[in-house]
């Protein structure tokens, strides 16, 4: 246990549904960062918050919103996804994006059915 | 843009053997750091490991050590004694020590420990 957690750890779901993922950690951090993790692919940033303000998209399509209301919680928002946006999300902080080390949750596995 | 290379997808190893996974990459900056990450079946990434690269002397933390290859761009972990809580997928990630630059991680390699 890290410290960060992550709900629902599973997650199926419809193209047409909205759902949406939870990150919080007890960490006492301030920047925040969603992952994807495809099957042998690299993993890819998607956003980061520093102290609640987002500080890099990483040219990620708009059916993912994120949502940082604190520097202890971190959402993404989901909508029309993709059978491709099938994959493993994982929700990372560290004490600020200077920081070298990062901690990771237990991530969302995610089916687009 | 800095690459990761990891070329081995998967690994085996006997228990209480010794392993050594692969890690290259690609950059033209001087100062930066490396890591290794496990993510066991838990899903959880946890750092192993880290390298600041303008340290000359190889990172150890108990049974794991890295041997850091500046000039060949090559950072290598070794697992000593290897255990079953050891089976995982093990990630390389790099990260420029500048700004706030990210990690930027290998595609992997899935250790397995043999009993």
């Known amino acids: 246990e890290t410290g960060v957690t992550q709900t629902p750890r599973h997650l199926v779901m419809g193209m047409t549904n909205k759902k949406s993922l939870k990150c919080e950690q007890h960490l006492g951090h301030n920047a925040m960062y969603w992952y994807k993790q495809s099957a042998k692919k690299p993993l890819e940033l998607m956003f980061v918050?520093?102290?609640?303000?987002?500080?890099e998209n990483n040219s990620v399509p708009s059916r993912f919103s994120p949502e940082c209301p604190n520097s202890s919680h971190l959402f993404l928002h989901l909508h029309t996804l993709q059978p491709e946006d099938s994959a493993l999300y994982l929700c990372?902080?560290?004490?600020?994006?200077?920081?070298?080390?990062?901690?990771f949750g237990q991530g969302t596995r995610l089916t687009v059915v | 843009a800095q690459t990761v290379t990891q070329s081995q997808p998967e690994m085996s190893v006997q228990e209480a053997e010794t392993v050594t996974l692969s890690c290259t990459y690609d950059t033209s900056e001087s100062d930066y750091y490396l890591f290794w990450y496990k993510q066991p079946p838990s899903r959880q990434m946890i750092l192993v490991i880290r390298?600041?690269?303008?340290?000359?002397q190889n990172a150890t933390e108990n049974r794991f050590s890295v041997n850091f290859q500046k000039a060949a761009k090559s950072f290598s972990l070794k697992i000593s004694d290897s255990q079953l809580g050891d089976a995982a997928m093990y990630f390389c990630a790099y990260r420029l020590n500048f700004g706030n630059e990210k990690l930027t991680f290998g595609t992997g390699t899935r250790l397995t420990i043999i009993p």
């Open positions: 990372a902080s560290s004490q600020d994006t200077l920081n070298t080390e990062a901690f």
């Open positions: 918050y520093n102290f609640k303000e987002q500080t």
């Open positions: 390298q600041e690269a303008y340290k000359q």
